[in-house]
């Protein structure tokens, strides 16, 4: 089992800029990647970016330039360093663990962007 806990989420103004925290904690040894999708009011949960246990990271086309992945691995944390941020990145952020047998997910932070 792998558990997951977000944070960093709030309320910003169009331009500005957020940074999530998914800690990691349980059978950190089985994850093979993590990543962070968001579910916007009426959408489907998309992917917007993730990164491998080597480290290599992919972003949705949509964040490309101005979201970040990354992780520490001393603290079992991944990151979602967000700038330029845009009212259409309003949505639930989730965190999600990939290890071979499922995915798991953490509760979700809401990211607010004002126009």
């Known amino acids: 089992q792998v558990q997951l806990v977000e944070s960093g989420g709030g309320l910003v103004q169009a331009g500005g800029l957020l940074r999530l925290s998914c800690a990691a904690s349980?059978?950190?040894?089985?994850?093979?990647?993590m990543g962070w999708y968001r579910q916007g009011p009426g959408n489907q949960r998309d992917l917007v970016a993730s990164?491998?246990?080597?480290?290599?990271?992919s972003y949705a086309d949509s964040v490309k330039g101005r979201f970040t992945i990354s992780r520490d691995n001393a603290k079992n944390t991944v990151y979602l360093q967000m700038t330029s941020l845009k009212p259409e990145d309003t949505a639930v952020y989730y965190c999600?663990?990939?290890?071979?047998?499922?995915?798991?997910w953490g509760q979700g932070t809401q990211v607010t962007v004002s126009s």
């Open positions: 999600n663990a990939h290890t071979n047998l499922r995915h798991y």
């Open positions: 990164i491998t246990s080597g480290g290599s990271t």
């Open positions: 349980g059978s950190i040894f089985s994850i093979n990647s």
